[in-house]
């Protein structure tokens, strides 16, 4: 699939603006959502590829994976998805809405902003199984590198994303 900036540009060009207003929002009355936000957004990247499958409820989803019982922000992408709906529906997918609103979680904690390149498709499979990818709080220092290297990411993304 062919991510692009402005994916959206023709129909849905709020898109942007809700995430980030909504983001805002639940910044302002909760700050620790930032923190939340990027790893709700790497625990779904990391076990499927960024397809929003961790967003998925139900039995023995990722959601319920042992690894992912403490993830939080679920609800502001609920949300945002149904802001985006009330405009454009059927049309942005969870799946770049969760990589807006990571990226507006960096930007609201003095990160730098970037493009995000967005026409992700949601994925619709989801099995706490494949949770496997992700470190586990058992896991020593040098096997969760290691995991993080897998993807690309280095020590100072390791520590950005492990250190809420």
């Known amino acids: 699939q062919s991510l692009i900036p402005g994916y959206y540009s023709q129909a849905c060009p709020l898109v942007e603006s809700i995430v980030q207003a909504t983001m805002k929002a639940s910044f302002l009355l909760r700050p620790s959502i930032a923190p939340a936000m990027l790893k709700l957004f790497y625990s779904d990247c990391f076990v499927q590829g960024c397809d929003a499958s961790v967003l998925i409820s139900g039995p023995n989803t990722e959601r319920t994976a042992e690894a992912n019982l403490n993830l939080r ?59 496997k990818s992700l470190p586990s709080q058992t896991d020593s220092l040098t096997e969760m590198l290691r995991i993080f290297a897998k993807y690309g990411l280095n020590t100072e993304d390791f520590v950005a994303l492990i250190g809420q």
């Open 73 to 131: 922000g679920f609800n502001v992408i609920e949300v945002i998805k149904s802001q985006i709906e009330s405009v454009c529906p059927g049309v942005v997918s969870c799946a770049d809405i969760l990589a807006l609103a990571a990226r507006e979680a960096v930007v609201l904690t003095k990160g730098p902003y970037w493009e995000v390149k967005l026409g992700r498709k949601d994925g619709n499979v989801s099995l706490a199984a494949n949770v």
